[in-house]
C-alpha cells in the first residue's frame, strides 16, 4: 500500500503563487511516476504535471507551461508543485498520484486531494 498526503493549497489572488507538496508512505513505495491532477468544477480532469521516477524528465501541460513546475525530493519521498502567476482558472483539487505502470490504470494511488482557489 501508498499513502500521499497532500498539502500547500488554499486561497490566493490572481498573479499569487502556492507551494504544493504530497508525501509519500507505506511498505511498498518505491520513486514511481509521480503527478498532479487538477479537477475544476465543471472541466474535465487534467493531469497538469508530471515527473520520471529519477526526476529526469517532466510534462507541464499547455495550459501551465512557463507558470508551474514540478519536482520531486526521493530521498524524503515528497514530490512537489510550484505555482506561479496563478489564474483563476487554476482553481480546482489538485490530486497527487503515484504510477507504477506510467499508464494512470487502475493501480495508480491517489491523495486525497488539496483544494487550490484563485480569485481574480
Known amino acids: 500500500q501508498v499513502h500521499l498526503q497532500e498539502s500547500g493549497g488554499g486561497l490566493v489572488q490572481a498573479g499569487g503563487s502556492l507551494r504544493l507538496s504530497c508525501v509519500a508512505s507505506?511498505?511498498?513505495?518505491?520513486?514511481?511516476?509521480m503527478g498532479w491532477l487538477r479537477q475544476a468544477p465543471g472541466k474535465e480532469r487534467q493531469v497538469v504535471a508530471s515527473?520520471?521516477?529519477?526526476?529526469?524528465?517532466?510534462y507541464h501541460a499547455n495550459s501551465v507551461k512557463g507558470r508551474f513546475r514540478i519536482s520531486r525530493d526521493n530521498a524524503n519521498n515528497t514530490l512537489y508543485l510550484q505555482m506561479n502567476s496563478l489564474k483563476p482558472e487554476d482553481t480546482g483539487v489538485y490530486y497527487c498520484?503515484?504510477?507504477?505502470?506510467?499508464?494512470?490504470?487502475?493501480?495508480?494511488?491517489w491523495g486525497q486531494g488539496t483544494q487550490v482557489t484563485v480569485s481574480s
Open positions: 515527473i520520471d521516477r529519477g526526476g529526469n524528465f517532466q
Open positions: 498520484y503515484a504510477d507504477p505502470t506510467a499508464t494512470l490504470a487502475v493501480d495508480t494511488y
Open positions: 507505506g511498505p511498498t513505495f518505491t520513486p514511481y511516476t
